[in-house]
């Protein structure tokens, strides 16, 4: 079966550095990937998507990657902030989204 | 355009109680999607409708989960004989658009159950 793993262990980093968070996938490339933001105790938002076809997705300060020789995708974040504190999600599209367990990262003042 | 609503957002329910989660999709959005989440876990695929219709429901145990989205009114989550592991967040997400047109899924805030 499909398996989506992101790093578990919180991602610490400071403000107004770049933070790059991956998702790496076994098994088939899907049709798309996307990216998802969540807050504690809130649904998850989205963010980004990026097609098979595409090497690379940016809006504003984030950037996606997607290679699908590796099976990997890269989200980044430049000049982050506190703010910018969350779980991020990402999911593949297959006959139905499936989800990562999610990388919480901490941006420090 | 107000944004996926799921109630209850927490639910408190003994051993062997029903539980019955609503969601309401977004206006013109005729995909709904119900997903699991523990603690500090993912979102646990349970299953897929499309109005009226289940298209996959290869994420939800066999017995004593069921889920509709009829016509008329919200799509219903519904959780016989609850047991304590049933404790959760259950969320909803509904789409304008299939899997195959990159849909993007709008979720709701999440509907809390607690079994006691």
């Known amino acids: 079966s499909q398996k989506i793993e992101q790093n578990s262990e919180a991602l610490n980093i400071q403000e107004g550095k770049t933070a790059t968070l991956t998702c790496n996938y076994t098994?088939?490339?899907?049709?798309?990937l996307q990216w998802y933001r969540q807050d504690p105790g809130r649904g998850p938002v989205f963010l980004l998507l990026?097609?098979?076809?595409?090497k690379e997705k940016r809006k504003e300060r984030l950037k996606v990657t997607f290679d699908t020789t590796l099976k990997q995708s890269l989200f980044h974040i430049t000049a982050s902030q506190p703010a910018d504190s969350a779980t991020y999600l990402c999911?593949?599209?297959?006959?139905?989204?499936?989800f990562g367990s999610g990388t919480k990262l901490n941006v420090k003042p | 355009n107000a944004g996926v609503m799921q109630n209850p957002r927490h639910l408190v329910r003994r051993r062997g109680q029903e539980a019955r989660l609503r969601c309401s999709p977004m206006k013109g959005h005729s995909h709904v999607y119900w997903y699991r989440q523990l603690p500090e876990e993912g979102l646990k695929f349970m299953v897929y409708?499309?109005?009226?219709?289940?298209?996959?429901e290869s994420g939800m145990p066999k017995e004593r989960f069921s889920a509709e989205f009829p016509k008329e009114g919200p799509s219903i989550l519904r959780i016989q004989q609850v047991v304590r592991g049933d404790s959760a967040a259950y969320f909803c997400?509904?789409?304008?658009?299939?899997?195959?047109?990159?849909?993007?899924?709008?979720f709701g805030e999440g509907s809390r159950l607690t079994v006691l």
């Open positions: 409708l499309q109005k009226e219709n289940i298209i996959d």
């Open positions: 990026i097609r098979e076809n595409e």
């Open positions: 997400a509904s789409s304008p658009l299939g899997l195959a047109d990159t849909g993007e899924l709008f």
């Open positions: 098994n088939y490339s899907p049709a798309y």
């Open positions: 999911a593949l599209a297959f006959n139905k989204f499936y």
